[in-house]
């Protein structure tokens, strides 16, 4: 069983930034892929960006040039740096860690853009 806990959401002004960072429980984190999903309210939720356990990358075309997952295997966390943030960009974050046969989930984070 790995736990995943998120933190660094909150709100914040177009145009600003945020890091959002999900901890895990356990050694497990590093061979697995690591995700980050977001959901809008009355939206269907959408894939924002992974990252493998060797470090490749793949984003949103919405998010492409502004965000940038990353992961630091010797913590066990992962994290999100979201620059030039949109007010279409609120939505509840959660990350995720995977090897395809199973699956853990964080709780989520909510992220605000709005002046």
């Known amino acids: 069983q790995v736990q995943l806990v998120e933190s660094g959401g909150g709100l914040v002004q177009p145009g600003g930034s945020l890091r959002l960072s999900c901890a895990a429980s356990?050694?497990?984190?590093?061979?697995?892929?690591l995700g980050w999903y977001r959901q809008a309210p009355g939206k269907q939720r959408e894939l924002v960006a992974t990252?493998?356990?060797?470090?490749?990358?793949n984003y949103a075309d919405a998010v492409k040039g502004r965000f940038t997952i990353s992961r630091d295997n010797a913590k066990n966390t992962g994290y999100l740096q979201m620059n030039s943030l949109k007010p279409e960009d609120t939505a509840v974050y959660s990350c995720?860690?995977?090897?395809?046969?199973?699956?853990?989930w964080g709780q989520g984070t909510q992220v605000t853009v709005s002046s």
């Open positions: 990252i493998t356990s060797d470090g490749r990358t």
């Open positions: 356990s050694n497990i984190f590093r061979i697995y892929t």
């Open positions: 995720y860690v995977t090897n395809v046969i199973k699956t853990y």
